[in-house]
């Protein structure tokens, strides 16, 4: 259901490389993508979401989310420049859009050619932010790249503070816990947000 409402499938193989005692490489490999992995994917995503509106629905002003808004209008512009020689073009006025467009391009130009260009595309997207539900309008929270309405990062608590902050609003907005009064304000979770938007 996701793909068909214009998910995009932008990602790319992790490579890992095999070094000897000085540090030089000896063999590189990538990742093997099976389904199961796909499988596993889908459900953490569709975890991420169906929390997302949970604490949405309990904590209207403040439930922590990510959000990926469409690409600005001209993001696009070199890269369509790129794929002029090619007869290729994207047409990028949605996220479903752009994903047919893809497979269209991957389909014509062979698997290679629509890998690379799934990755430059990655480029020209925006960044996905975290922020509380309260700083924006219901319509605007959606996820551009998952083509998703609601979204928040929950799976992965030991790897992202992020998470446990969704994993304290979840056990919350259940009857579980508590939730700290200093994790209950909007003007509290934009500082919050801003902390974990920020690169470091």
Known sequence: KRIDDG??????????????????????????????????????????????????????????????????????????????????????????????????IKKTQGARFGKTLAILCTRCLSLAKYFPSGAFSYEDYGHFGLAMPIYTHFTSPIRRYADLLVHRQLSASIGLNPLASELSTLETMCLVTDNLNSRK
Request: hydrophobic fraction near 45%.
């Open 7 to 104: 998910s995009l499938v932008l990602d790319s193989a992790s490579v890992h490389f095999k070094i000897d005692k000085d540090g030089k490489p000896l063999e590189v490999h990538a990742d093997v993508h099976i389904p199961a992995n796909a499988m596993i994917e889908e459900f953490m995503l569709l975890a991420n979401q169906a929390v997302a509106a949970q604490i949405q629905d309990k904590f209207p002003s403040f439930a922590l989310l990510r959000r990926h808004p469409p690409p600005p209008r001209d993001s696009f512009a070199r890269l369509q420049a790129l794929l002029e020689p090619y007869g290729c073009t994207l047409d990028t006025s949605s996220n479903k859009a752009l994903a047919d467009s893809l497979r269209l």
